[in-house]
């Protein structure tokens, strides 16, 4: 627990040390006397962000760093009103930017009167919780949950045990049974296939899978939006959440972030009716104590919401031109960013496009969830309406594609400082791919904590020299092509990020292609300033450097000086957004990777599933 540490200064204090003047006045014939700050920082291991820069002191005035450097220069900055905040020799950082965190209100009340199922270890324990529910409700009522979907060795439903539909038929038979394990898969029984008029003659969807047994037979595990759609239209409709329950929704989600020191956060795809309006009332009312937040609007023209892609290609296009705003639009505390569509699945899902086939599927290539062609036909015309574009991209093959169109896109249509991206880049793609993200300032928004936690689904999926450049950030960087580090959410936060970039070790333990470390230095770089040039807050955030807003976070041990296997189990003790203590450790369970907790005593799991699983998509 972090024992309280502000006191206001006293006024010996205020005489000590040297005057300390504007940095850029240095040099100039009458040098110009700072500001009053409204609160310094002393005794502490700061740095700055700016490659070997530590302090020991900071200066904050209205919510931004004024200057920074010794204790004794800080002080003689003060006033009567100024406040001192001893940091007990504590190592800080500037606040992480998590490149993709999704915080939106997915799957509408699919866990609200359904069994809790996020402490089921085994199949034995699953089939128990779904017969005790259902011997409560009449049948034929659906009974739809989620099913734990854990990392590596702890995986409850790893990939070769999936539950089929008959042995969740043994459980509940006369019950349509839908759970989804992570955002990429759902499991059902014959009722629900049944009512879905899914059989062995039902054609495979585009961008999905209906998975069949070695007789043809569909086996209850469909992947990706389009498979799961067939089941999901049969649902009855979902009373609308109330508005007050979303609220409370997405500020528990939200500051679940502030204890894992995330101080501001890109969210990777929200749809304007909803999510969006919730978003903006609350940080009207509260955003001051909730992370900064750039939200990417998600468009989905392929598969995942049509049959057939050309009407979702003219739907997302009358979309985008009903908007009448675009990137940028918003303040510090929340704005629009980029418009977010997703190319194909997650390699937690065994549904990223590859070239080369799936390892353990031999002629299978994962799946394309957005065609090409539809997707440069919303692509440009967001484009060319002002937008900044940020892709989902996990396969080679899928980054191949997307990264074709977003080249001709910029040769047709060329934009200085668009900045476009794409997330994940999970599998390294050929040469001339790359050539074509570094020709065109491309962003790479990736997540190395999937190293740590994919591992064993990278296994399963990718040839051995593949495996040891997946997730490859020391080869973006050597290219010279800009990166930014982020989560997907996943609930153990950015500094294990930071440590799986840093240590290459997945949870198993193994050391995944030692050559793509990064320096510590490096991936601290990527997870605030790499983020905050992303979404073009470059210039106000990412260091704790002079006007920069004062955003930072207060480890528990000095991240400088531990080994690096030991970064993993680093905590955050505080959250300071503006120079103001937004998140405390005081004791209280830290955020979970089972469920938030929220002030109604609604309890949400899908979020924290999907948290498990990475890998955005599905219904996000």
Not at 142 to 149: A, E, L
Not at 160 to 178: E, Y
Request: glycine share 10%; aromatic share 6%; with cysteine.
């Amino acid at each position: 627990m972090t024992k309280p540490r502000s006191l206001k200064l006293a006024a010996a204090l205020m005489l000590a040390g040297s005057a300390l003047f504007h940095p850029a006045a240095v040099g100039a014939a009458a040098p110009e006397r700072l500001a009053v700050p409204d609160i310094i920082y002393v005794n502490g291991k700061i740095y700055t962000g700016t490659p070997g820069r530590f302090v020991n002191a900071l200066a904050v005035k209205d919510g931004k760093v004024l200057a920074a450097g010794s204790a004794a220069e800080m002080r003689g900055l003060a006033g009567a009103a100024t406040v001192v905040d001893d940091l007990e020799g504590k190592t800080v950082l500037p606040g992480l930017y998590d490149n993709h965190v999704h915080i939106g209100l997915a799957e509408r009340g699919g866990a609200r009167d359904v069994p809790d199922l996020h402490h089921v270890e085994n199949l034995a324990d699953l089939q128990a919780a779904l017969k005790k529910h259902a011997a409560t409700v009449p049948a034929g009522t659906w009974i739809r949950s989620t099913v734990p979907h854990g990392t590596g060795g702890v995986e409850p439903f790893p990939e070769t045990a999936l539950p089929t539909r008959w042995q969740l038929d043994q459980a509940v038979p006369d019950h349509p049974v839908a759970l989804t394990r992570g955002a990429h898969i759902m499991l059902v029984n014959s009722k629900a296939l049944e009512l879905a008029g899914i059989t062995r003659d039902t054609p495979q969807p585009g961008g999905g899978v209906i998975e069949r047994n070695a007789k043809g037979e569909p086996n209850g595990v469909l992947r990706e939006a389009s498979a799961r759609r067939l089941i999901t239209v049969k649902y009855p409709p979902d009373p609308p959440i109330p508005e007050q329950q979303g609220l409370n929704t997405l500020r528990a989600r939200l500051r679940s972030q502030l204890a894992l020191g995330v101080t501001s956060l890109n969210v990777p795809g929200m749809r304007p009716h909803d999510d969006l309006r919730l978003m903006q009332k609350l940080y009207a009312a509260e955003g001051d104590m909730l992370p900064r937040a750039t939200i990417q609007l998600r468009l989905s023209p392929g598969y995942d919401s049509f049959d057939d892609p050309a009407d979702g290609v003219r739907a997302s296009i009358e979309e985008l031109e009903d908007l009448s705003f675009y990137t940028g639009f918003g303040n510090d505390r929340i704005k629009i960013g980029a418009i977010k569509m997703s190319v194909d699945g997650g390699m937690g899902g065994q549904a990223a496009w590859l070239l080369d086939p799936y390892r353990t599927k031999p002629g299978y290539h994962g799946v394309n969830r957005i065609p090409p062609d539809a997707l440069f036909q919303v692509a440009k015309r967001a484009h060319d309406l002002g937008w900044q574009l940020g892709i989902h991209a996990i396969g080679d093959q899928g980054i191949v594609r997307t990264v074709d169109v977003m080249d001709r896109i910029m040769k047709e249509s060329p934009r200085p400082n668009a900045r476009h991206y794409l997330h994940h880049l999970t599998v390294k793609p050929p040469a001339d791919t790359l050539a074509k993200i570094k020709a065109n300032d491309f962003i790479a928004a990736m997540q190395p904590n999937f190293t740590y936690s994919l591992a064993d689904f990278y296994r399963m999926a990718l040839s051995p020299e593949k495996l040891e450049t997946n997730n490859a950030e020391k080869s973006f960087l050597d290219l010279g092509i800009r990166m930014s580090l982020g989560t997907d959410g996943l609930p153990d936060g950015p500094l294990v990020a930071i440590y799986a970039a840093v240590t290459r070790r997945g949870i198993d333990g193994k050391v995944y292609g030692p050559g793509e470390r990064l320096t510590l230095e490096q991936a601290i770089y990527n997870a605030t300033v790499g983020t905050a040039y992303m979404t073009f807050d470059e210039k106000t955030r990412g260091t704790l450097e002079p006007g920069k807003v004062a955003d930072m976070i207060v480890l528990d041990k000095d991240i400088f000086a531990i080994k690096a296997e030991e970064i993993l189990n680093l905590e955050v003790e505080e959250t300071i957004i503006a120079g103001k203590v937004v998140w405390k450790d005081d004791g209280s369970p830290r955020p979970t990777a089972t469920a938030w907790q929220l002030d109604d005593r609604c309890v949400v799991h899908d979020v924290a599933v999907h948290c498990h699983s990475g890998e955005d998509g599905g219904t996000w």
